[in-house]
């Protein structure tokens, strides 16, 4: 009787012992699948032994969470995994403090869908497994006390942040895809000469620089068959130069062209267009990541990661703008935008703030009920009349752009600045970076070097349009206290 006890003491003993190598329990699988949810898989995770590797991942687990590394599944182990598995931020709960992590994440570059809710969702998973990826901490997409110290490292002491992304082409592959139909263009050469065959110029007077020519349908140059309703300029007087563009001839009406000289032979030369088609060696100097200005890498949907105080000086004394900087924290922190790029785009449509649209129009309905822009003569007969502020210029088209502007501000309720400021947020992410093709960086708004997938969306044919854009956000940049930089670099193979 006594042995029999004493037996049934020691298997309950052993029942309740902590797991460690070379032991056989059923809860070893529990242990082993607690352990890869947390970022931690063993290997032969169905069976019930506690071998090797299990014990190097519980080692990994000890030594991650600074517990004292035995490889012994012990009680502190156990309370460990199970305090992290509880954790209030991690997928399906809510949280108050979901909401500061979402905020804390987009300053940082990773901004989370609809971040102005307490629901830690799949979404915040994924970017919360996006960054402990990026970090090199344990992925488990939960907001462990590991996680939530990183980020609160990097938000007080800023830090340049830089990733590649290979988009699986050369660059010589990427240059001739750049050079397909004339769609690269360089103000390279806006003061060289321009050169014509004569066969196409019929001189109509002499001015006080040159002559006044038109286009005329001329004979073929050489062995080559000119298109008769365009004719190539060339960079030199030979039709296997480098093409600089088309003159394009009219049947309509005659298409006027200022011959500035003639060369011995069948060539003028003529006064052309600023921007002409660059050469190979052109886009080479600009699509070459490692060439030019780093900034125009910067990702234009990560914060800059500094108070309203700082964005206050760049915008100090631009009119309306003037003070506006937590509206610009906001509509970054909301939408996934940079607040210096916010600003730019706001600093452009507004002129500087002073701009029409910008300080306030008044807008009504009439008896149709369609709104209509406030005037001394029909306010009388408007109802709901309300000023509305428009900063990015939405809506504004260009043959009435005050009218259209104020009626579109009205639509989207922009009644005060700061609206206006955080809902168009909303429309230039969509635009500009939150596009289909992911252009999040000044040099994909340019060059889009994601072509695998047939795209060309692209912001300008100038080959140079990415470097002279950060001139202004450097300068907005430099004025700020420890900034953050945060690097998105092409990488061709």
Known sequence: MGLAIRTLAKIE?????PLSNGMRREDVKTLKENLAKLGFTVSGSGTNLYGN???RKVREFQAYYKLSVDG???PGTINKMNSVLNSPLQNGKRNNATKQLKEDLAILGYPVPGNGTTLYGNDTERVVRQFQRDYKLAVNGIADEITLAKIADLIKNPVVITEYTNYGWTLNQAINYQMQGGRSTTDKYRDAPAFVHKDFIQILGSTSTGYRAKLS???NIGSTTADRNRVRVFQAASNTSHLFGYLTYNSSRDTIVEVIGELSGNWYTIKYDTFRYATSSDVREFLDPNRNDQFQHLRLDSSV????????KVIQGKGI???QGQAFINGGRIHGINEIYLISHALHETGNGSSVLANGVRVGKNRNGQLVRVTSSNERNLTE???TYNMYGIGAIDNDAVNAGAIRAYEEGWFTPASAIEGG???IGERYIHNADKQNTLYKMKWNPNMSNGGWRQYATDIGWAVKQTTNMKNMYNQLNNPRYHYDIARYN
């Open 72 to 74: 012994i599944a012990g």
């Open 305 to 312: 990661g500094v108070a309203s105080s700082e964005l206050n």
């Open 13 to 17: 003993e052993l029942k309740s012992a």
């Open 425 to 427: 947020a909303k429309w």
């Open 385 to 387: 009349i309300k000023t």
């Open 53 to 55: 590797d299990t014990e």
């Open 321 to 323: 703008l003037s003070g």
């Open 217 to 219: 349908k001329g004979e």
